[in-house]
């Protein structure tokens, strides 16, 4: 096992994510208990001591689950972390109630590493906000070492992100984000390494993978990598990207299953960055996939300018590739809650003003209608 250093910690490289633990009859909220408790003891046996879990996992049982099979172990021979859960914003005024709550269902006296969860568009407002005492509560428990280490995750822009910073950086110690070879320009996740790294945060990893989607390429984009490491797995070219990037101290990755376990525990034994022609490599593999189901917005905003109810149609259909993409997720319904009602995808009247002037000769009335029936699913 791969270890980074953290304050004087040796964390391991590879950490254990808990939002896709094995469940029983295809319900999310019913774990297979011995099934992942299995896969903790396979991750203790071999390195693994960072393990991530969130109030609202497996509808908020994987804080159980997880903190019942680590109490089998020494408490110093792992890193525990769980986040606030923001992304509800019922729970804005909940600081300290949830936690004493995760601190029971942990079974733990301290949280190693605590988040502020997923700052994004919808609720960096609030996040700001001083009445609900939040990073007032937070910091008062770093203080009295039930957090031993405070960061933040993000799902939302570099701007939402710089906001937050520019409040709380003093206080956090890393940052998570979503970081892998399709979004580092889909994404701007390249521009958020950028932002951390400004900050002078250590970067922790989710979605290396992009669930999943990154270790199923078509069979030419596979000969392709392959014909530079032909002795890699399709999965561990994402694993390989992150560690290119020197910011990466811990990347998480959801393990469903001791295959997926096993297979990213041989590709952190060693640490074999990606070279120049390698990357760019994974690169192309990546336009060929964004291309075959994207909308090429340029961005030229010609169109704002000619639609009468003063849509943000470039930054919808950013959010429309994103949606369409990965199949649904909550990405793009959580940016657009954070919109007024009129200026989300159902305000379009259809008049086709905006595809008169669009240099690209995008069908932005019909992507916009497509767009509605794709969120009412």
């Not at 008169?356 to 995008?362: F, G, L, N, T």
Request: some cysteine; aromatic content about 10%.
């Amino acid at each position: 096992m791969i270890y980074k250093d953290f304050k004087g910690m040796k964390l391991s490289a590879l950490g254990m994510g808990t939002m896709r633990l094995p469940v029983i009859d295809g319900n999310d909220g019913k774990i297979d208990e011995t099934a992942a408790a299995k896969l903790v003891d396979i991750a203790m046996e071999n390195g693994i001591n960072y393990y991530d879990t969130a109030w609202g996992y497996h509808d908020g049982n994987s804080e159980l689950v997880v903190g019942k099979a680590l109490s089998r172990y020494p408490r110093e021979s792992f890193y525990l972390a769980t986040k606030f859960p923001g992304y509800d914003l019922a729970n804005m005024d909940k600081v300290e109630e949830i936690f004493e709550k995760q601190l029971e269902k942990c079974g733990v006296d301290y949280f190693d590493f605590y988040l502020v969860h997923n700052v994004c568009e919808m609720n960096i407002n609030q996040y700001l906000d001083e009445k609900y005492g939040i990073y007032e509560y937070l910091v008062k428990q770093t203080k009295n070492g039930r957090i031993r280490h405070l960061g933040f995750s993000a799902h939302g822009s570099c701007e939402v992100m710089e906001r937050f910073l520019n409040r709380y950086g003093d206080a956090m110690e890393f940052c998570q984000i979503q970081l892998n070879w399709l979004d580092w320009e889909f994404q701007d996740a390249k521009e958020k390494v950028e932002l951390l790294k400004k900050h002078h945060l250590p970067i922790w990893v989710m979605e290396p993978l992009r669930g999943g989607k990154l270790a199923a390429l078509s069979k030419e984009q596979e000969e392709k990598l392959k014909g530079f490491r032909p002795e890699e797995g399709i999965a561990s070219w994402a694993f390989r990207f992150l560690q290119s990037i020197p910011e990466v101290t811990v990347i998480l990755s959801g393990m469903s299953n001791e295959e997926q376990m096993r297979d990213n525990l041989h590709t952190f034994e060693t640490e074999k960055p990606l070279n120049d022609q390698e990357l760019a490599a994974l690169f192309q593999v990546a336009d060929q996939m964004l291309k075959r189901n994207n909308l090429p917005c340029t961005a030229c905003r010609y169109c704002v300018s000619h639609c009468p109810r003063g849509l943000d149609i470039p930054t919808l259909l950013e959010l429309y590739n994103e949606h369409s993409f990965t199949g649904g997720g909550f990405l793009a319904p959580m940016a657009l809650m954070a919109l007024p009602e009129d200026k989300r995808p159902q305000a379009c009247v259809g008049c086709r003003s905006c595809e008169a002037v669009c240099p690209q000769q995008i069908k932005i009335s019909e992507a916009l209608a497509d767009f509605r029936k794709m969120l009412a699913m």
